[in-house]
Nanobody
């Protein structure tokens, strides 16, 4: 089992920045990819960004150029730096961990509890 603990959500004005963190613990050897999803009000959960152990990244078109995913393998932690935030970025953000065996193809096995990000206009 892998446990994921997220932090860093909150309320920010449009144009501002936030950084989310997700610390993984447990059977880390069983995963080689981590990522962030979000669920906006009335919408389905959608991939925001993913990153593999090797550093390969993938972004949703709506956040490309504004968000950056990174990881610190020594701390088993993945980050999501969110800049130029927009009201439409408001959502609950979930950390995910799993495996990736092909480019931009993930099998997510573990999920965090979610952290709220609210962007005011």
């Amino acid at each position: 089992q892998v446990q994921l603990v997220e932090s860093g959500g909150g309320l920010v004005q449009a144009g501002g920045s936030l950084r989310l963190s997700c610390a993984a613990s447990g059977s880390i050897f069983s995963i080689n990819a981590m990522g962030w999803y979000r669920r906006a009000p009335g919408k389905q959960r959608a991939l925001v960004a993913g990153i593999t152990d090797g550093g390969s990244t993938n972004y949703a078109a709506s956040v490309k150029g504004r968000f950056t995913i990174s990881r610190d393998n020594t701390k088993n932690t993945v980050y999501l730096q969110m800049n130029s935030l927009k009201p439409e970025d408001t959502a609950v953000y979930y950390c995910a961990a799993g495996t990736s065996r092909a480019t931009n193809v993930y099998e997510w096995k573990y999920w965090g509890q979610g952290t709220q990000v609210t962007v005011s206009s």
